[in-house]
């Protein structure tokens, strides 16, 4: 079982930037892939970004590559979410996941509560 908290969201000017953080809880957070997520009002969620057990892969998706950074310290059981040059289109509620590399894309295991993101114009 595992848990997941996500903090660092709020209101941001266009081009600012802002951290997330995902604290998860269990001793096997090291063992899994973990990932994020982000839904916009009226709209499904969206895979953001997930990054490997290790660190050692990471991939995102395309409307944030550049901008967006994942990572994770697995001694602290907390995976990180850096956020620059934000856009209006990143307001969102934005959620950590976790899972297996190959499918925490489409089904993670294990949701955290969500985290709003606001970026005004």
């Known amino acids: 079982q595992v848990q997941l908290v996500e903090s660092g969201g709020g209101l941001v000017q266009v081009g600012g930037s802002l951290r997330l953080s995902c604290a998860a809880s269990?001793?096997?957070?090291?063992?899994?892939?973990m990932g994020w997520f982000r839904q916009a009002p009226g709209k499904e969620r969206e895979f953001v970004a997930r990054?490997?057990?290790?660190?050692?892969?990471?991939s995102y998706v395309e409307s944030v590559n550049g901008r967006f950074t994942i990572s994770r310290d697995n001694a602290k059981n907390t995976m990180y979410l850096q956020m620059n040059s934000l856009k209006p289109e990143d307001t969102a509620v934005y959620y950590c996941?976790?899972?297996?590399?190959?499918?925490?894309?489409?089904?993670?295991?294990?949701w955290g509560q969500g985290t709003q993101v606001t970026v005004s114009s």
């Open positions: 996941g976790s899972g297996t590399w190959a499918s925490i894309i489409s089904k993670p295991s294990y």
């Open positions: 269990g001793r096997t957070f090291s063992s899994y892939a």
């Open positions: 990054i490997s057990w290790s660190g050692g892969r990471s």
